[in-house]
């Protein structure tokens, strides 16, 4: 990954957030992943969260997870939500962050039984940051 290739997916990206009213930023990391810092929005990702955390909980037996300003959502598990909105988010900017249907599109040739990973460039969706939470705007 690299300014090029970011500069290249920013529209789609953009687009994404724009369609769903929610502020982030887009950044490169280590040269190896694409980062989307979602900021504030209408789209209640903590809340969820934390509902999604709890019934997953409750399922095993477990006490949640409870999460208060900030997390990493899992770009391969992100579009389980129990919010339809919310999964639709997810999905869709995973395939804006992939390149979906664009000239650059990211691969994953990866192996994990074999501990193999090939991939163009990973993922990763931070909501809100350690010193900035996320801001729910309803």
Known sequence: MN??????????IKAVLAKYGVKGTIAVRHHSS?????KEGVLDF???ANA???AAAEWRGQEPHVIK???QAN?????ESGDEKI????SELVDAMNGKGSSIANHNNSDVQSDYFDVGWYLD???GDWDKPYIFKK
Request: positive net charge; charged residues 20%; aromatic residues 14%.
């Open 3 to 12: 300014q090029d290739k970011k500069k290249a997916l920013a529209p789609q």
């Open 34 to 38: 694409l980062v989307v810092n979602l």
């Open 46 to 48: 903590i809340g969820q």
């Open 52 to 54: 999604d955390n709890k």
């Open 69 to 71: 300003d900030n997390y």
């Open 75 to 79: 770009p391969y598990f992100a579009h």
């Open 87 to 90: 999964s639709s988010f997810f």
């Open 125 to 127: 969706i931070n909501v």
